[in-house]
């Protein structure tokens, strides 16, 4: 290296305001106490008040109000939903798996869009599509002949609808999970089988999928996990029926009863936590059971070839991930042009008051807008810089301290969204010690919770994009004077940038709409964009919830189209519908 080249290597002088910030242990100890901050204390602090309820003086006022009728029934209710909503997703999302990575499909991309789409969707808003869709077919089925459907009731407004959405909305978790099982699959093993004379049905039920089995399982305790702590699809779904599941429960206890209800509300939520954690236990053993060896690189072509069967295979593949996101999406807008119940849409009737209503006449919805994309951008924002100095510091320093708190970050993501919310008004109910500083009921908590929730989705593809980065660079930076901040801007940033974009738009697109945790989070004043849509439709203003959800679509999907431009950099598998 030249002496030019050194001295651009070469530290400006350190100004006193930024000597903090290159000392990598004062970092370290930043990082630390981030990570209590956000996942520790919340977290400890709900077992604390469980572990109190259970051994209090009014454990058998608490005991007896979690063993209750309601509170049974929502526990069996939550078992059903998440049962069944994991069975479909597992079958939805092996399936189109098998058929997008194992078969010469053409336009694979728009397959996977389309399918991952579904997930990126707020729950919330894929309720109120779908409910939307029951009157017009049910006027479809009156006006063919059959008029005992006049008389029926939604089909999707109980357990059977829930499960059904749960399972659709979550299947992209088990396709992910099962299409990157696919991808390694030892080619090998697929042409010896062929070699044998197995036809390709054969190979893929009697091979391929014993072989992915742990992966199958994997994403299916993730789909059965997400089920249960869903709040959006009961919410809408079986709040209006009197079929409560734990997280919704839970909701109708605090909202109606206030802080009073808190100590059987926590035991609530150590049995959602509880069976949460049995279903991340089955995760954590399918993965321990792996008994086979991956190829190191993937597969440059599909291994089958439908031949004739391939238009059909695509008509039939492309039209089901159509159907189940774009019918209810028309729907959707179609209800957010009506201008009132019952009166037929045409170009006569179509009117944008819904939309001129929830943009610019509704004073709460103008404040959810706002404060969803600041709470969005601030959440990617913080988490983008945690984990560009938590990746460094780990996967470089190996800083064993910051590698062991991987599970505790990991929990705030896995439990369900109200486990979490509850934790956070535990904690944050009274004022913060030694002042009369209160985050309760503001921006604050709201914030806190979606760093915590949301801490995991950043760093998977920041610590992951970083364990492919040639430590040489960072050595040789090292020999020629290079401080901390100089290797950080230098160096570590711009390799690592796509990885933080890629993060940072995740977290965007899952903090926009977030509704699980929120829901028991807010207040007037701290609304967001899934807590209004939510209100709206619980309100009776169904058109004005519709067209609200409408534009959250229409945003989330503008991102994720930016995202895959601007992705075409990036390895496989970081954004997943790039998968």
């Known amino acids: 290296m030249t002496a030019a080249a050194t001295m651009d290597w070469a530290p400006d002088a350190p100004r006193p305001a930024l000597r903090w910030w290159r000392s990598e242990k004062w970092v370290t100890a930043g990082l630390l106490a981030f990570f209590l901050l956000v996942c520790g204390l919340p977290i400890g602090r709900l077992l604390l008040e469980i572990f109190a309820a259970l051994i209090g003086p009014n454990r058998a006022a608490v005991l007896a109000s979690a063993s209750s009728t309601a509170a049974w029934t929502a526990t069996l209710h939550s078992l059903q939903v998440g049962l069944a909503g994991g069975a479909i997703a597992a079958v939805y999302g092996l399936l189109m798996a098998s058929i997008v990575t194992l078969g010469d499909l053409r336009h694979r991309q728009f397959v996977v869009f389309g399918f991952v789409a579904q997930a990126m969707i707020p729950p919330q808003v894929i309720a109120l599509a779908w409910l939307q869709v029951w009157m017009p077919a049910r006027d479809l089925l009156v006006s063919a002949g059959f008029e005992a459907a006049q008389g029926w009731s939604n089909p999707l407004q109980g357990g059977a609808g829930i499960s059904f959405l749960l399972g659709v909305h979550y299947a992209p978790l088990v396709f992910l999970t099962v299409r990157a099982a696919l991808l390694n699959v030892p080619t090998d093993v697929i042409e010896a089988a062929r070699v044998c004379g197995s036809p ?12 992915i089995l742990p992966a199958l399982a994997s994403g299916t305790a993730l789909a059965f996990v997400s089920c249960i702590g869903n709040f959006g699809i009961p919410a809408l779904l079986g709040i209006p029926g009197d079929y409560l599941v734990l997280p919704t429960l839970i909701y109708r206890e605090l909202s109606g009863y206030g802080p009073s209800v808190i100590p059987n509300v926590v035991i609530l939520s150590g049995i959602v936590a509880l069976l949460a954690g049995l279903g991340v236990l089955v995760q954590h053993l399918c993965v321990k059971g792996e008994h086979y060896r991956v190829s190191a690189t993937r597969r440059p072509y599909a291994p089958f070839r439908f031949q004739q069967h391939r238009l059909w295979v695509e008509l039939l593949s492309g039209g089901l991930v159509t159907l189940l996101l774009v019918l209810p999406l028309l729907a959707l ?59 460094y510091l780990v996967e470089y320093r190996r800083v064993r301290a910051l590698s062991k708190l991987w599970l505790l970050i990991e929990v705030p993501y896995v439990i369900p969204g109200v486990v979490l919310a509850m934790a956070m008004i535990l904690l944050y109910l009274r004022p913060l010690p030694l002042t009369s500083l209160s985050l309760y009921n503001t921006l604050a908590i709201l914030l806190l919770a979606y760093l915590a929730r949301f801490l995991t989705i950043q760093l998977r593809p920041v610590v992951s994009g970083f364990r492919q980065f040639p430590r040489e660079m960072l050595e040789a930076a090292e020999i020629f004077g290079a401080n901390f901040r100089i290797r950080i801007q230098k160096i570590v940033l711009p390799v690592l940038l796509p990885s933080l974009t890629a993060g940072a738009t995740l977290v965007v697109l899952l903090s926009m709409n977030e509704l699980t945790v929120s829901a028991l989070l807010w207040a007037t004043g701290t609304e967001t964009l899934g807590v209004a849509v939510f209100s709206l439709e619980q309100g009776g203003e169904s058109a004005a919830a519709s067209a609200l959800a409408v534009l959250t679509v229409l945003s989330t999907m503008l991102v994720m189209y930016i995202a895959s431009l601007a992705g075409r950099r990036l390895p496989s598998g970081v954004l997943p519908w790039r998968a």
Not at 341 to 353: C, E, I, K, Y
């Open 333 to 391: 807008v179609a209800q957010s042009l009506t201008q009132a119940p019952g009166v037929p849409l045409n170009s006569q009737t179509a009117t944008m008051a819904h939309y001129a209503y929830v943009v610019l006449g509704n004073e709460a919805t103008g404040r959810a807008f706002f404060n969803s994309t600041l709470l969005a951008l601030a959440t990617a924002l913080v988490l983008a810089v945690v984990s560009l100095f938590y990746a």
């Open 200 to 211: 390709p049905r054969k190979v893929v039920t009697r091979i391929i999928w014993p072989l």
